[in-house]
Structure formats: structure tokens, C-alpha cells
């Protein structure tokens, strides 16, 4: 924990954070914070509570005890879509997306107007709409597949697919699982440009990533987690230097070795 410091002072305080499941312990009294304009990274072996943090985050899963603070509001007390319209979006490992609707559609559905009952009876596809839509399949590299459906989409274009109906959806808090998972190198070099790009315009983002070489381009900190603690938090070349880190994370071997 940072002595002094309040969590208003933060876009976003993991306070004493503890979620059992049957007596284990996937998170055992975390804590951390993230500043606004930060892109914070959550690395660990598997099984070390990494998902399960933004399961809390997000209100996937509920907390046995602790205190998740987003703008000063309790988020352990909110339900899920509550928790979204408060300004937090959650990316899963597995892309979630319509397979029979074009890129357009995807993310026209995703749109904020149309996220309720009744602004989805009185949506129509207006100009803003379309304005938008074409705005961020431009950022996700997929302007000149929108009439395409989701289907035909590669993997890693159905990542960035689903990384854009988040984005429609103008989060202050975006947290992305595993991101590029299954992408070749040429998709991962433009997911860390567009991370980038994103956290220049004022973006947040929390990812979940095993990808070593991303994490050292994009973040700014990174929190190391094993068995569901802490064990680690700082600046990401530091973090990844460490001895513990080393030993729990990379087999003992330094992240020199493994970019």
C-alpha cells in the first residue's frame, strides 16, 4: 500500500482486495493503484489470480472483502452494467462478437444509444452513428472491412473488433485480457501502436498480457501477482530485473532473456 496517498487521488484503488473460492484464496489481500493516463499491466504465472482481478474489477466476480474505488466510487457494491456505465470496459480472453454481423453492425450495436431497451427501439443510423463507427474501425485497422462479416474476420481482426466496440462505447477505464493472444507479430507491432495512440489521447487501460516485449513498449507499471499475491509493483524494466519476479514468473530467467 502507498502510505499518504487516497484513493481519490487515483482513477482507480484495489484496496485489501480478497476473493475466496472454497477456502482458496484466488486474490489474498491485494492492493494497487492506477493513476489516470496510465496503461498498468497485471503479468504472473497461470493460475495466479490475474482474471480473476479484473473479474473484481468489473463485477464478474464478487469480493469476500476488500475495497475496489473507480472515481471515488465503490465499485464491490455495483452490478455489472452498472460498473459499465460508470466507465469502466472489460475485454475477455475469448473474442465476443456477433459472427453474423458485419464489422459495421458490431459495432453499430455497440454504440452507447442502443445499450438500453429504449435506446435501442428509438436508435436509428444517423449520421453521428455512422461518423463514429467509421472513426473506430479506422483506429482498429479494419475501415476497409466493414461490410465484411465478423466470421470471415482472422483472429487477431476479431480481437481488434472487439476491442473497438469497447472503444465506441468511450470508457475511461478500458481492461483488456490477454489482447494478443493468438495475433502473428505484424498484428501485435499495430495493437502497440494503437495502445499507444489511445494512451496519448488520455486513455486508461489495465491489460492482463504474457507477452513480454508488449509489455515493456506500452506500460508504464507493472504489478507482478503469484498465488494471488502481490509480489511485485513498479516500472516495467525494473519489475522485470527482479530476482523474485524472475524465479516466480520466468523460470529464472531475466526478461533480457526472454524479449
Avoid at 131 to 152: C, G, H, P, T
Avoid at 221 to 243: Q, S
Amino acid at each position: 500500500m502507498l502510505i499518504g496517498h487516497q484513493p481519490k487521488e487515483f482513477l482507480l484503488a484495489v484496496e485489501a482486495l480478497t476473493v475466496s473460492f472454497d477456502g482458496f484464496k484466488a486474490v489474498n489481500d491485494l492492493s494497487f493503484y492506477v493513476e489516470e493516463n496510465e496503461i498498468r499491466v497485471i503479468i504472473g504465472p497461470n493460475g495466479a489470480g490475474k482474471t480473476t482481478v479484473l473479474d473484481l474489477i468489473c463485477g464478474k466476480t464478487k469480493a469476500t472483502s476488500g475495497s475496489i474505488q473507480f472515481r471515488g466510487q465503490e465499485l464491490t457494491k455495483l452490478k455489472e452494467n452498472q460498473i459499465v456505465k460508470a466507465g469502466v470496459g472489460r475485454k475477455f480472453q475469448t473474442p465476443s462478437i456477433f459472427d453474423d454481423l458485419t464489422v459495421f453492425e458490431n459495432l453499430e450495436i455497440s454504440y452507447p444509444r442502443g445499450r438500453t431497451v429504449f435506446g435501442s427501439l428509438a436508435f436509428k443510423r444517423d449520421a453521428a452513428v455512422r461518423e463514429r463507427v467509421e472513426e473506430v474501425s479506422e483506429m482498429i485497422f479494419l475501415k476497409d472491412r466493414l461490410n465484411v462479416y465478423a466470421a470471415q474476420l482472422s483472429h487477431g481482426q476479431k480481437q481488434w473488433l472487439e476491442i473497438g466496440m469497447l472503444l465506441i462505447q468511450n470508457p475511461d477505464l478500458l481492461m483488456l485480457d490477454e489482447p494478443v493472444a493468438g495475433m502473428n507479430p505484424a498484428e501485435v507491432g499495430k495493437l502497440s501502436t494503437l495502445f499507444s495512440e489511445l494512451n496519448a489521447e488520455g486513455l486508461t487501460m489495465i491489460l492482463v498480457e504474457h507477452h513480454l516485449r508488449l509489455v515493456v513498449e506500452v506500460c508504464t507499471r507493472v504489478v507482478v501477482l503469484n498465488y494471488g499475491r502481490k509480489i511485485a509493483d513498479g516500472w516495467a524494466a525494473a519489475v522485470l530485473e527482479d530476482p523474485v519476479v524472475a524465479e516466480a514468473y520466468l523460470g529464472k530467467a531475466g526478461a533480457s532473456e526472454v524479449l
